[in-house]
T-cell receptor, first 112, second 118 residues
Framework: AQKITQTQPGMFVQEKEAVTLDCTYD???????LFWYKQPSSGEMIFLIY??????QNATEGRYSLNFQKARKSANLVISASQLGDSAMYFC?????????FGTGTRLQVFP | GAVVSQHPSRVICKSGTSVKIECRSL??????MFWYRQFPKQSLMLMAT?????????EQGVEKDKFLINHASLTLSTLTVTSAHPEDSSFYIC??????????????FGPGTRLTVT
């Protein structure tokens, strides 16, 4: 069975610092995709970054990068130069066959 | 872009009544739409997957007679909560995919609908 684990219920980071949000996954599929979404208090899910299981290079999107370690089955999100507007819930998700499986999320709070 | 809208954004209904939530893809055709439920401070749980013109596929434990899903066109899916009870109060989010569900296919999420059943 596929599973996504986010072990950090909450994280704090000071503005302008970098922060890593952890995500591990479990799957027996050879092909899969890993996503990160941001959910601010308003509720909408905002796509941040995608990593395919066969992608050899770590994905990057602006201040977001995904530290993909396939052997360890981890897909950590790194946010560089944190901003106050980064405060939100962050969900890691895995695409399995035709649906997304979400982790329990990490609440990130950025302080001045 | 790929914009998905939901209507209404908030709804309060009385116990025993039915409520319909609409999910629309505004600038693309959505081959597949998904309905999720999110309880406070919890993750998104997939309720069902729908493809245009066919019956929805429900996840285990989701009552198909209670949560009616209709995907009548490539831009519209509706979720009807029938005979709503207070425990149905939740945040309902839809998403839409441009294709039939490849691994890298991004799901575009709607802004969500907060349902409160009194």
């Amino acid at each position: 069975a596929q599973k996504i684990t986010q072990t950090q219920p909450g994280m704090f980071v000071q503005e302008k610092e970098a922060v890593t949000l952890d995500c591990t996954y479990d799957t027996s599929d050879q092909s899969y995709g890993l996503f990160w979404y941001k959910q601010p208090s308003s509720g909408e899910m905002i796509f941040l970054i995608y990593q395919g299981s066969y992608d050899e290079q770590n994905a990057t999107e602006g201040r977001y990068s995904l530290n993909f370690q396939k052997a360890r089955k981890s897909a950590n999100l790194v946010i560089s130069a944190s901003q106050l507007g980064d405060s939100a819930m962050y969900f890691c998700a895995m695409s399995a066959t035709d649906k997304l499986i979400f982790g329990t999320g990490t609440r990130l709070q950025v302080f001045p | 872009g790929a914009v998905v809208s939901q209507h209404p954004s908030r709804v309060i209904c009385k116990s025993g009544t039915s409520v319909k939530i609409e999910c629309r893809s505004l600038d693309f055709q959505a081959t597949t739409m998904f309905w999720y439920r999110q309880f406070p401070k919890q993750s998104l749980m997939l309720m069902a997957t729908s493809n245009e013109g066919s019956k929805a596929t429900y996840e285990q434990g989701v009552e198909k007679d209670k949560f009616l899903i209709n995907h009548a066109s490539l831009t519209l899916s509706t979720l009807t909560v029938t005979s709503a009870h207070p425990e149905d109060s939740s945040f309902y989010i839809c998403s839409a995919s441009k294709s039939a569900g490849g691994l890298e296919d991004e799901q575009y999420f709607g802004p969500g609908t907060r349902l409160t059943v009194t």
